[in-house]
């Protein structure tokens, strides 16, 4: 695989045979440089870690990774954000920012999932591997704004999967990518191959994976995630009676590439008939069952041997096929049978309109986020060779 990229970040994942990966990466802040392990989230825009003031989160993680706190006093090169800076404009922002009586510029933040973090902007150095043509420069660094959280709250004061932060991924001004491509460090592009092989791992580039095969569909416009126009779903080539409109664009509704969910979420409208038909494709080799509100099956055979492959069918013809680890997971056994359940959820809540697609479906592909050109390109690859 031929790499044309800036920066090259290494991912270091969490599994269990009961859950899907959780995708992070180790990021080096400050002066001396100090390391965090941060989530990668395309779904958000901010990079934040947790500071050393905050009084509820979460201090030991079940990951088996030792916790760190952002501390700006022990930076030489910290300065916090005052609200006079233009990073704190309203036009900057995709959380609620507010000044604080000692004039920093402060925010709050809130994911999917209803967590929440809020705290104060920093301007620091962050550091990563320079990739020049053929050769990789180490310890190069620039200046970004990021969040240090002084407070948390719901899944992210738990401590089962706590990590140090979440690095946003998203298109607004303050995302590391846009703050760098504003200013000519890196291309306005960035890419992941994310490993699906239970051990984890994979590489995330700041700039573009050259690699034949990739097709693109282009972005929809004015949108603050990274929403593709889904058209369709076929299941051994046979495509599901679904209305198209289930998949429109508006507000809270539409289909989002967001690598901070784990599993993968389909409107009401297209679950069920995607529930149905790998259900009559399969029928006759397994034992369809349910389990915990899942619908699951007891598997004697490789599921490579029995389940269909999936196309879902984007704008402009590009088509990403799914094989059967990539829309199932596998919670265990049952009388000594492999239990392999459904890993798309039916959407619900707020979020019931949208078409989520995480880390089930994005690993082992290279995915191109093409910022420049308002795209989104992806291709199979086995990324424990990338």
């Known amino acids: 695989m031929a790499n044309l990229a800036f920066a090259v970040l290494s991912c270091v994942p969490?599994?269990?045979?009961?859950?899907?990966?959780?995708?992070?990466?180790?990021?080096k802040l400050g002066t001396p440089p100090r390391e965090f392990n941060v989530q990668i989230d395309t779904g958000s825009d901010i990079l934040w870690v947790t500071c050393s003031s905050c009084s509820n989160c979460p201090q030991s993680s079940g990951l088996g990774v030792e916790l760190s706190f952002f501390d700006s006093a022990s930076s030489s090169t910290a300065r916090p954000v005052p609200c006079s800076d233009a990073a704190c404009s309203p036009a900057s922002q995709t959380s609620a920012t507010?000044?604080?009586?000692?004039?920093?510029?402060?925010?709050?933040f809130h994911y999917g999932d209803e967590s929440g973090t809020?705290?104060?902007?920093?301007?620091?150095?962050?550091?990563?591997d320079a990739?020049?043509?053929?050769?990789?420069?180490?310890?190069?660094?620039?200046?970004?704004?990021?969040?240090?959280?002084?407070?948390?709250?719901?899944?992210?004061?738990?401590?089962?999967?706590?990590?140090?932060?979440?690095?946003g991924f998203g298109h607004g001004d303050l995302s590391v990518i846009s703050q760098l491509s504003s200013r000519g460090i890196t291309p306005r592009v960035f890419s992941h191959c994310l490993k699906g092989d239970g051990s984890g791992g994979g590489t995330l580039v700041l700039g573009?994976?050259?690699e034949p095969g990739i097709v693109y569909s282009p972005l929809v416009p004015?949108?603050?995630?990274?929403?593709l126009n889904l058209q369709s779903i076929s299941v051994n080539g046979q495509f599901l009676p679904i209305d198209p409109s289930v998949f429109a664009t508006s507000t809270n509704r539409g289909t989002i590439i967001d690598s901070g969910t784990t599993l993968a979420y389909l409107v009401e409208q297209a679950y069920d008939p995607f529930v149905s038909a790998i259900t009559a494709a399969v029928s006759t080799s397994v034992t369809p069952t349910i389990s915990k509100g899942n619908q699951c099956y007891l598997v004697s055979n490789s599921i490579n041997d029995v389940f269909p492959s999936i196309s879902l069918n984007f704008a402009a013809g590009a088509s990403m096929v799914l094989k059967p680890e990539e829309y199932l997971i596998q919670l265990g056994f049952y009388d000594g049978a492999p239990l392999w359940c459904i890993g798309f959820q039916k959407a619900q809540g707020p979020s019931a309109m949208l078409t989520i697609l995480g880390d089930l479906v994005l690993k082992d592909k290279i995915f191109v986020y093409d910022l420049a050109h308002q795209r989104i390109g992806w291709t199979n690859y086995d990324c424990k060779f990338s």
Not at 118 to 128: A, H, P, Q
């Open 118 to 128: 809020s705290g104060y902007y920093v301007n620091d150095v962050l550091f990563f």
């Open 222 to 227: 004015s949108q603050p995630h990274y929403n």
């Open 131 to 167: 990739v020049l043509g053929q050769s990789l420069v180490a310890n190069s660094s620039a200046l970004v704004v990021f969040g240090c959280s002084t407070c948390q709250s719901g899944d992210l004061t738990k401590t089962d999967k706590a990590l140090d932060g979440i690095f």
């Open 208 to 210: 573009e994976i050259l």
């Open 98 to 108: 507010q000044c604080s009586l000692n004039n920093l510029c402060s925010y709050s």
């Open 14 to 27: 969490f599994s269990s045979q009961a859950e899907p990966l959780l995708y992070y990466t180790k990021v």
